[in-house]
């Protein structure tokens, strides 16, 4: 089941922190989510599951910052969350998604215990203008059956900053520093 906003709002301190909170974002059965002034975009003509890929941070002004089609632009969220109890889970909002931005490609899903910001992977089918502060997508809540165990990965959790993908980790990379350092030891 998917908690009302009402619920929401009620469960705010409790089983759910969203920081900072304003109420004019609830909606019937979510909360709106902002996006931060910052992307990150990758440097790679091509990408690597097992290595590190090099990336570039962008500001977007206040005058906007248009996205051009054929990349992804890794974004956060303003708000930092947490939530216990319930799986959280974002959506891009439909007028968003009627001007043909993606705001996550596939990682909508969150997991029960997750703590931090929304990293968001945005991908446009056109060119788009887009803004910071602008209430990007949505979190909404389900209801579990059985016994919680929360999340508490390293990857991603308690982050503070967007993050890129973290999927080498599972090759056996170090995560020292994921854009800088290329020198791995050799594969035996």
């Known amino acids: ?20 909170f304003e109420e ?4 019937p059965n979510s909360y709106n989510l902002r996006l931060h002034n910052e992307l990150l975009v990758y440097e790679e003509v091509v990408l ?15 005058s906007g910052l248009v996205l051009s089609p054929n990349q992804v632009y890794l974004a956060r969220t303003v708000e ?6 319930l799986v959280p889970m974002i959506e891009g909002r439909s007028s968003v998604g009627r001007l043909g931005l993606f705001v996550h490609v596939t990682a909508g899903f969150g997991d029960v215990g997750f703590k931090g910001y929304w990293t968001l992977e945005m991908f446009a089918v056109q060119p788009i203008r887009i ?6 997508c949505q979190i909404f809540y389900h209801t579990l059956e059985g016994a919680v165990a929360e999340y508490s990965s390293r990857k991603y959790q308690n ?3 967007i993050q890129p993908s973290f999927l080498y ?20």
């Open 1 to 20: 089941m998917i908690l009302t906003g009402a619920e929401i709002q009620q469960r705010i301190g409790t089983d759910i922190h969203i920081s900072p």
């Open 24 to 27: 004019s974002q609830l909606n």
């Open 48 to 62: 690597d599951l097992k290595v590190p890929n090099r990336y570039r941070r962008l500001e977007i002004p206040a």
């Open 80 to 85: 930092h969350t947490e939530t216990h109890n």
């Open 131 to 136: 803004y910071p502060g602008v209430e990007i």
């Open 159 to 161: 982050n503070t900053d």
């Open 169 to 188: 980790q599972e090759f056996g990379h170090s995560d020292e520093d994921s854009q800088l350092k290329f020198d791995f030891p050799p594969t035996p």
